[in-house]
């Protein structure tokens, strides 16, 4: 099965190394808006999303993955191969413990150490890192990145989009939030809404995202839960960094 990796960054060496030390894949090379040339590790560029959508039935791929660590741009360029009619395909590290009994979806990588387990659903387009557990009956929607050595206790709750930052810790039963982020080392013992960004241990607000700033200059927000809003919430627009490219 011949595979092509869109995007040539961290996230897409990670995803040539998968395939290479899978059985019966074979990487293609890599499509990149950085367009033609060599890319990592000497396989090469083919070109962009764009070509890749023009030229799809004369590529001789048998699918792709979007190797992109940032969920916005993985899903958006996830959406336009799949309205193209491109296969989006799966990809399990071969030491990644994944149980029988687990959904995967379309697109989605499961890293090197990765386990997920019985019952669990992970959606389209996740990413599941490097040694993150994402344990029994726990769902993962579409877009959502768990981060190498998170751990998700059973029958948790991770919304689209949501990235789970580096060795986050949930307890059992929590639902996280659409698009919500969660930096290093965070611990969550409570339900988080959508859009926010939380640190620290046990979980405390940062600020809220893109669309609950739009809210807070229009006058219509507060819906947290998560204790008093500090002046950190008084830097509207800033980007988080939690984001890989
Ligand atoms: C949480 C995070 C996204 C915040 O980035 P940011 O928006 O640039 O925020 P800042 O660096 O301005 O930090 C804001 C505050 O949160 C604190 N903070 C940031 N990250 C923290 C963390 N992981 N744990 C505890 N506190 C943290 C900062 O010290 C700062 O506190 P202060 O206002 O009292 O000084 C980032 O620090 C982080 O943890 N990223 C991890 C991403 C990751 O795991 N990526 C893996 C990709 S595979």
């Known amino acids: 099965m011949k595979i092509g990796i869109v995007g040539a960054g961290g996230h897409g060496r990670v995803v040539l190394d998968l395939i290479l030390e899978s059985r019966g894949m074979e990487p293609a090379g890599f499509f990149d808006q950085k367009g033609g040339g060599e890319g990592p590790y000497g396989w090469p560029i083919l070109g962009d999303e764009t070509a890749l959508v023009e030229n799809w039935s004369g590529s001789r791929l048998d699918g792709v993955v979007v190797a992109i660590g940032d969920n916005r741009s993985r899903r958006r360029i996830f959406e336009r191969l799949a309205a193209a009619g491109i296969p989006l395909v799966s990809l399990i590290h071969r030491r990644a413990q994944v149980s029988r009994f687990a ?143």
């Open 103 to 245: 959904r995967i979806g379309a697109g989605t990588v499961i890293c090197a150490g990765a386990v997920v387990g019985p019952g669990a659903v992970i959606g389209d387009n996740c990413i599941i890192n490097t040694g993150a557990s994402v344990d029994h009956d726990c769902r993962v929607k579409d877009h959502a990145h768990i981060c190498p050595g998170s751990v998700l206790a059973g029958a948790v709750t991770v919304g689209e989009e949501a990235m789970l930052g580096t060795g986050t810790l949930v307890i059992p039963g929590i639902t996280i939030g659409n698009k919500t982020i969660t930096g290093a080392g965070t611990v969550v013992i409570r339900d988080l809404p959508d859009n926010l960004l939380v640190v620290g241990v046990p979980a405390r607000l940062i600020r809220h995202l893109e669309e609950e700033e739009d809210d807070l200059e229009k006058g219509t927000n507060g819906r947290s839960g998560l204790g008093k809003e500090t002046d950190r919430q008084s830097r509207p627009g800033k980007k988080t960094n939690g984001q890989p490219g």
